[in-house]
């Protein structure tokens, strides 16, 4: 434990002089023969492309992740999903920075200071993600949270992924339904789709207040107050 301290120790205090703690370049960098960050010009362009899609089109992480797997893959050479979109959004790296924070530290808690490789992005866009996902936490829902009560609450039964909600139109009319994040956006995944309608039927089937349930339990105990 103690060493473990000492470690911990060491490396904070190499961040806070302005040092890096990166074992692998994201996507957009490599190493060059130095250990220093160099630009890699054709991943850089998806980098930039994940930005302008979030802040210019004002696209959710998953219609992005769908979007990239149509030309492109991770660094990894993996297909894109909501992970690695959001990683690519939340990385100060690509604004210039080095940075470091433990695992159990708070995100308010990471340490930046000026990196000496070059910025993918600007700062100025870096902040107004930051901005935009702080407006979330503090309970500024996306029109989408209301427009779809079920997404991200339904799982999928096949895969577990969450469930995202859409709309299609016909002759006019417009229908709502929901499908798997995995299906939808990564292709590996052949739940299928369900209406909202029968979702709704399936919900109210399962919380109808029974007479010999709930409604009885509660009846006993107004009677018994009074």
């Known amino acids: 434990e103690n060493l473990r301290e000492e470690t911990l120790k060491g490396l904070i205090t190499k961040a806070k002089k302005g040092g890096m703690h990166i074992s692998r370049p994201p996507l957009g960098y490599a190493f060059d023969e ?43 050479g993996g297909k894109w999903d909501n992970k690695n979109v959001r990683n690519i959004l939340l990385n100060p790296t690509y604004a210039g920075y080095n940075h470091f924070k433990p695992a159990d530290w708070p995100e308010e808690s990471r340490i930046l200071t000026e990196g000496t490789h070059q910025a993918i992005i600007s700062r100025e866009e870096f902040n107004r993600v930051k901005q935009f996902r702080e407006r979330r936490a503090v309970g500024h829902m996306s029109r989408r949270s209301f427009d779809y009560a079920y997404s991200g609450i339904v799982k999928c039964g096949k895969c577990g992924a969450t469930y995202s909600g859409n709309v299609s139109v016909h002759n006019g009319r417009a229908y709502r339904y929901y499908r798997c994040l995995n299906q939808y956006a990564k292709n590996t995944c052949d739940a299928p789709s369900i209406s909202e309608r029968m979702l709704n039927e399936m919900v109210f089937e399962h919380v109808m207040l029974m007479d010999d349930g709930i409604q009885k339990d509660t009846k006993k105990k107004i009677e018994a107050r009074n």
């Open 34 to 76: 130095n250990h220093n960050l160099v630009i890699v010009e054709k991943e850089a362009a998806l980098v930039r492309m994940v930005f302008d899609l979030y802040l210019n089109r004002g696209w959710g992480v998953t219609k992005i992740a769908k979007h990239m797997n149509e030309f492109s893959t991770t660094k990894e």
